[in-house]
């Protein structure tokens, strides 16, 4: 069996009159921000893609979804994940588990940390407890612990028999 490891980061800034769409779930901002992007801005999902991009060292998000493209303005996240899902099965591998870490100081995500999990592992086509997200706050240092931004960290390991 062989294995690989990805790991992903992306951040984008936290701005009135968007959405704010963490692991596909819609949350409220106490502030009213949401995430500026191109798609739906998905930090944690992109996160997810570029690891599993990563680990077969097939670039990045913007290699298949660039941002200057028009298909992918407003994209659901989820959508692109299932194609990038579909790349690293098409070359023989699975996916053993992901781990995430959203950085963000408001809103609180804990409680949304289960649904984040399911939509995440329903559109891979694993199992809940192969996702992991948790979330933090940068302790109000820095981008995003001064609101102006959420990021994600993610690691991806993937096999083959």
């Known amino acids: ?27 409220e901002h106490p502030a009213g921000l949401g995430l500026d992007g191109h798609s739906d801005a998905d930090v944690l ?3 997810v893609m570029d690891a ?17 493209d028009a298909r992918w303005q407003g994209a659901d996240s989820l959508e ?3 194609q990038v899902v579909a790349l690293v099965m098409e070359r023989g ?6 781990d995430t870490v959203v950085v963000a100081e ?4 804990k409680p949304h940390i289960a649904a ?20 933090t706050t940068n302790e109000q240092l820095g981008a995003e612990g001064r609101e102006e931004g959420i990021s994600c960290h ?3 390991l993937l096999q083959k028999p």
């Open 52 to 68: 599993l991009l990563g680990a077969l060292s097939l670039g990045d998000i913007g290699l298949y979804f660039p941002p200057d």
């Open 116 to 135: 984040m999990r399911a939509a995440i592992a329903s559109h891979m086509g694993l199992d809940p407890g192969q996702v992991g997200v948790k979330a």
């Open 45 to 47: 999902v992109h996160a």
């Open 93 to 98: 591998w699975s996916v053993v588990n992901l």
């Open 1 to 27: 069996m062989q294995l690989r490891i990805g790991n992903g980061y992306d951040i984008h800034r936290l701005v009135p009159g968007r959405p704010l769409i963490l692991g596909g779930q819609r949350l």
């Open 80 to 82: 692109l994940l299932e």
């Open 106 to 109: 408001r809103p609180k995500l």
């Open 154 to 156: 993610a690691v991806a």
